[in-house]
Nanobody
Framework: QVQLVESGGGLVQPGGSLRLSCAVA????????IDWFRQAPGQQREAVAH???????TYAGSVKGRFTISRDNAKNTVYLQMNSLKPEDSGVYYC??????????????WGQGTQVTVSS
């Protein structure tokens, strides 16, 4: 079983920065790909950033150049550094772990989310 706990959300002014953390409990962290998603009220959940087990990142076009995803395998933690924040970045941010297994389909686990509000 894999458990994820997000932290680091809060209220920030436009142009400001936040760093989100996703702490992952369980022995599968090193082989898991991790995604950050966000969901604004009345909107569908959207993918924001992805990092492979090997540390290769990819980003949604709307955050490229402003957000950075990274992982610390020694701490079983993935980070999302968010700079130059905009009001449209507001929402609940979730992390998700995708763990390969013998069935051929990844097992997926979600955290409970952390609120980010960008407002003056």
């Amino acid at each position: 079983q894999v458990q994820l706990v997000e932290s680091g959300g809060g209220l920030v002014q436009p142009g400001g920065s936040l760093r989100l953390s996703c702490a992952v409990a369980g022995s599968a962290f090193s082989i898991a790909a991790i995604d950050w998603f966000r969901q604004a009220p009345g909107q569908q959940r959207e993918a924001v950033a992805h990092i492979t087990s090997g540390g290769s990142p990819t980003y949604a076009g709307s955050v490229k150049g402003r957000f950075t995803i990274s992982r610390d395998n020694a701490k079983n933690t993935v980070y999302l550094q968010m700079n130059s924040l905009k009001p449209e970045d507001s929402g609940v941010y979730y992390c998700r772990a995708s763990v390969p297994n013998t069935s051929g389909r990844d097992a997926r686990f979600w955290g409970q989310g952390t609120q980010v509000t960008v407002s003056s």
